[in-house]
């Protein structure tokens, strides 16, 4: 981690991931139908579980780079995820039927979280060298 904060963990976006999810999800219910709600979350939980694989298989290559075991398989499993993603989305719209509109809103929240946790991280950083007297 760089020193200081200045970038968003993993577990954080998650975290508002999560957040952002369960209040669309509600809207959703509210102001849209059950279904749309139910597309919600499971467009939420898609990529939610997406970027934890990500994370897994990056940390797995970053082992395999420093001379760990698995960099085959590793290098390997990036492009197969990528198209086990694609398969999962298409049987969830093909077969499953959910609500795209409920589905697109969740998938979405994972960008929404990126946004709101990488503002909270350069905000945390600048307060810090206000508080400090140096320039960003």
């Given at each position: 981690?760089?020193e200081?904060?200045t970038?968003?963990?993993?577990?954080q976006?998650q975290?508002?991931?999560?957040?952002?999810l369960?209040?669309?999800?509600?809207l959703?219910?509210l102001?849209?139908?059950?279904?749309a709600?139910?597309?919600?979350?499971?467009?939420?939980?898609?990529?939610?579980?997406n970027l934890?694989?990500l994370?897994w298989?990056?940390r797995?290559?970053?082992a395999?780079?420093?001379?760990?075991?698995?960099g085959?398989l590793?290098?390997i499993?990036?492009?197969?995820?990528l198209l086990l993603?694609?398969?999962?989305?298409?049987?969830?719209?093909a077969?499953?039927g959910i609500?795209?509109?409920?589905f697109g809103?969740?998938?979405?929240?994972q960008?929404?979280?990126?946004?709101?946790?990488?503002?909270?991280?350069?905000?945390r950083r600048?307060t810090?060298?206000?508080?400090e007297?140096t320039a960003?």
């Open positions: 981690m760089i200081g904060h970038i968003p963990t993993l577990a976006i975290r508002a991931n999560a957040i952002l369960v209040a669309a999800s509600m959703l219910l102001l849209i139908s059950p279904a709600s139910l597309s919600c979350l499971l467009g939420g939980a898609f990529v939610i579980i934890f694989v994370g298989l990056g797995l290559l970053l395999a780079a420093a001379g760990g075991a698995g085959g590793a290098a499993a990036l492009p197969l995820k993603v694609a398969a999962l989305a298409y049987l969830l719209f077969k499953v609500d795209a509109l409920g809103v969740g998938v979405s929240t960008l929404a979280a990126i946004m709101f946790e990488s503002y909270r991280a350069w905000f600048r810090r060298s206000d508080l007297g960003v």
